[in-house]
């Protein structure tokens, strides 16, 4: 059971969330859209928010800035968190314009409204759940995704809030955080991508 729960740190990280909303949107959307140009978006978004972020921590870390990926102490995220922020401003500008893929263009500007609220809650030394703030924007990117295309995605929808639970157990197993940071990330995840929804839905 420990190792059960302690997958769903790795498979739910962080790094990873951005580049999975963008995999389930291709793979949702009716829209025809070339392969050519999906593996193109898909393997600049991977580069961008997990391989770049992915070496800014290594070099983090070995100039003795933070200790892990997990970044445990709240002034270690301040630095990553930036990061964020700078890569999906650069998504925004670079890959998903707002008149060719409002859907995406909407899902990173809500992520960055959150990276920032993150980071300013790491300013006043507050830490929250930054595993639970990714999939609760994935889950409620998925939910404006089954209303926009009015398709029944209520499996999915389903899976996505099994995650939540299942991340959220993990990081109460491993002591990552305490039940109020797992609320703090569910909400600064969660809230931004309802609140963008009004401008693509």
């Not at 978006?41 to 990926?69: D, E, N, Q």
């Not at 930036?82 to 500007?109: D, G, H, M, R, S």
């Not at 759940?129 to 009015?150: D, T």
Request: with cysteine.
């Amino acid at each position: 059971m420990s190792n059960f729960l302690k997958i769903a740190a790795y498979l739910f990280h962080p790094l990873w969330v951005p580049t999975f909303g963008v995999m389930l949107y291709f793979w949702i959307t009716p829209r025809y859209i070339t392969a050519d140009v999906i593996w193109v978006r898909v393997l600049i978004v991977f580069t961008l928010t997990c391989m770049i972020p992915l070496l800014a921590f290594l070099m983090l870390r070995s100039m003795g800035y933070i200790k892990s990926l997990e970044a445990e102490e709240v002034k270690e995220r301040r630095i990553p968190l930036l990061i964020q922020v700078f890569v999906f401003f650069a998504v925004v500008k670079i890959v998903f314009e707002n008149y060719t893929f409002p859907e995406l263009y909407y899902f990173f500007i809500a992520g960055i409204y959150s990276a920032l609220t993150a980071l300013l809650l790491v300013i006043f030394k507050v830490k929250a759940s930054l595993h639970m703030m990714g999939v609760a924007a994935l889950s409620m990117f998925l939910i404006a995704l089954s209303i926009h295309f009015k398709i029944n995605l209520l499996g999915l929808i389903a899976l996505s809030f099994f995650a939540i639970g299942w991340v959220g157990s993990s990081r109460l197993y491993t002591e990552a955080h305490t039940p109020s940071e797992l609320i703090m990330g569910f909400v600064i995840g969660f809230l931004p991508q309802l609140i963008m929804v009004n401008y693509w839905l």
